[in-house]
């Protein structure tokens, strides 16, 4: 199993960043996914999941009607749409498969002015 996130960076408040994380060694389409995240001195929490099928998605209330959880199963990719930045945002970011305990290297977001 390899997942690689990418897309972090460095944006202001209220901007917009979009995470993508590229999957392989596994049936990626078989398998609902999701992103977390892990601010400095936090624990790691989950802030969307999707659906193997793209077709069902929850959210962290902290990201709820700010984020968007997509895939394209033919690309083995899932996608994090992040609108509204805040600066609580801030942490680095990893994708996961519910079902699979694998974690990428993660993409780091940092929300400031």
């Known amino acids: 199993v390899q997942l690689v996130e990418s897309g972090g960076g460095l944006v202001q408040p209220g901007g917009s960043l979009r995470l993508s994380c590229a999957a392989s060694?596994?049936?990626?389409?078989?398998?609902?996914m999701s992103w977390y995240r892990q601010a400095p001195g936090k624990e790691r929490e989950r802030v969307a999941a999707?659906?193997?099928?793209?077709?069902?998605?929850n959210y962290a209330n902290s990201v709820k009607g700010r984020f968007t959880c997509s895939r394209d199963n033919s690309k083995n990719t899932v996608y994090l749409q992040m609108n509204s930045l805040k600066p609580e945002d801030t942490a680095v970011y990893y994708c996961?498969?519910?079902?699979?305990?694998?974690w990428g290297q993660g993409t780091q977001v940092t929300v400031s002015s």
């Open positions: 060694g596994f049936t990626f389409s078989s398998y609902a």
């Open positions: 999707i659906a193997s099928a793209g077709g069902s998605t």
């Open positions: 996961k498969a519910l079902m699979l305990d694998s």
